[in-house]
């Protein structure tokens, strides 16, 4: 979901409406250390999920997401106003990566590992 602003108050509900249809798959969550997660708590309690901060300064804490970020720089260079990103566009990328397959992931696609999907019966169906 597209938030206006960072607020704690907004990210909270942009996180809530994407991962509580999910619930049951997450577990844990990692976000740097902004002030837009000072609702970390309730966010961690309405999912029931664990929620941790890297140390400042550590981005190798957070290894997936600093990969994660280079790809999305992909579509969304440095400098890119992201005001003028619909949600279309945001859709359009998140599919776009969630369906790439990687070599950590068996070259798997992340959707397929997160709903546990095996192509090979997906694909014969």
């Known amino acids: 979901s597209k938030v206006r602003t960072k607020g704690a ?3 909270e509900e942009a996180v809530l409406g994407l991962l509580e249809p999910l619930t ?3 577990h844990m969550l990692t976000s740097d250390n902004g002030k837009e997660f000072a609702r970390h708590q309730s966010i961690a309690q ?5 929620f941790y901060f ?7 804490e957070r290894g997936f997401d600093e990969n994660t970020n280079g790809l ?3 579509y969304f260079p440095k400098g890119y106003d992201f005001t003028s990103i619909t949600h279309q566009d945001f859709q359009t990328v ?3 990566l969630n369906n790439r397959s990687g070599k950590c992931l068996g070259m798997n696609t992340p959707n397929e590992v997160f709903f546990n999907i095996n192509p090979i019966v ?3 169906s």
């Open 46 to 50: 309405a999912l029931n999920a664990d």
């Open 72 to 74: 999305i720089r992909e």
């Open 122 to 124: 997906a694909l014969g």
């Open 24 to 26: 049951e798959h997450v």
């Open 94 to 96: 998140m599919d776009k």
């Open 9 to 11: 108050d907004e990210v």
């Open 54 to 60: 890297p140390h400042p300064h550590a981005s190798w």
